[in-house]
C-alpha cells in the first residue's frame, strides 16, 4: 500500500545546478516518531518543510519502531531516516537502530534525530555526542528549524544548495 502512495507522486523535482534547472529525481525520506511517543506536531512541521523543499516523504507518524523505519526505507529506497522524539526516552528507543540498519542491507543511510531526546536537562553537546555514538549522523536539539534539517540534508545528499 505504501508503494503504491509513492509510485503515484511525481517523484523529481527541480534543482538548479550552475545556474540551469534541471530535474533530478527527489530524494526520498523515511520519518516518524519513535517508541510510544505521540508528539506529533514537530513531526508534521518538519514533513510540511521538507515537501515544500523538494523531498518526497514517506511519514508514518507516531508510535513507530525501529523495524517500521527500516522496512520503510528498503520498501521506498530511502536516503535518511528521520526520528523524532519529545518524551525524552529517544537513547533507550535508538538504541541498535543503527546496527538494524546494517544487518538489513541499508548500512549507509543517513540517520537524523531530533527533539527533546533525553530526560532531564543535559547539555546538548552531551547530549549529541550520545546519538552519534548510537551511530546518528546529524542530531538536533529541541527547537530547532526545518530549514537547519534541509541545509545539512541536502549538504550529506549532495544536492545543490537552493537560495
Do not use: W
Not at 511525481?10 to 534543482?15: C, G, L, S
Not at 513531526?43 to 516523504?57: K, V, W
Amino acid at each position: 500500500m505504501r508503494l503504491n502512495v509513492i509510485m503515484e507522486r511525481d517523484d523529481t523535482a527541480e534543482h538548479e545546478t550552475s545556474g540551469s534547472t534541471q530535474a533530478l529525481p527527489a530524494p526520498v525520506l523515511v520519518m516518524g516518531v519513535i517508541g510510544a511517543d505521540v508528539h506529533v506536531i514537530g513531526n508534521r512541521i518538519l514533513d510540511h518543510a521538507l515537501r515544500e523543499a523538494g523531498f518526497l516523504t514517506e511519514n508514518l507518524g507516531i508510535q513507530v519502531t525501529q523495524q517500521d523505519l527500516v522496512d520503510a526505507a528498503i520498501e521506498t529506497n530511502a536516503a535518511a531516516i528521520l526520528v523524532s522524539s519529545l518524551y525524552g526516552h529517544a537513547e533507550l528507543d535508538c538504541e541498535g537502530l543503527r546496527e538494524l540498519c546494517q544487518e538489513s542491507g541499508i548500512a549507509d543511510i543517513l540517520l537524523y534525530i531530533g527533539g527533546n531526546l533525553v530526560v532531564g536537562k543535559r547539555e546538548f553537546d552531551e547530549v549529541e555526542q550520545l546519538f552519534r555514538g548510537l551511530g546518528f549522523d546529524r542530531v538536533f536539539p529541541p527547537a530547532s528549524s526545518p530549514e537547519s534539517a534541509i541545509a545539512l540534508l541536502r549538504a550529506d545528499l549532495g544536492l545543490p544548495v537552493t537560495a
